[in-house]
């Protein structure tokens, strides 16, 4: 079973190697046929430290890495150190 990908933004890094990511999803109500928005936070693993409040992150489904991490940072999409 391939392993699930999802985009949102970095809305905590106060933690040691963890970030909290926003992940929104938009769909259509059944009854009212108006565009929702949910969103939801995920803990994901950031070995580095490299990711700040504000990038754009991708996340992937890994092994439990502790109580609230089932999630991997694997590739930025923008960045707030690609000004470097």
């Not at 905590?12 to 999803?25: A, H």
């Amino acid at each position: 079973m391939p392993k699930r990908i999802l985009q949102g933004v970095v809305v905590s890094d106060k933690q040691e190697k963890t970030v909290v990511v926003k992940v929104e999803r938009r769909f259509t109500h059944p009854l009212f046929k108006k565009t929702v928005r949910r969103s939801k936070n995920f803990h994901a693993h950031d070995e580095n430290k490299r990711y700040k409040v504000g990038d754009m992150v991708s996340i992937e489904e890994t092994r439990p890495l502790s109580r609230l991490k089932r999630w991997i940072v694997v590739e930025p999409e923008t960045q707030a150190d690609a000004k470097v």
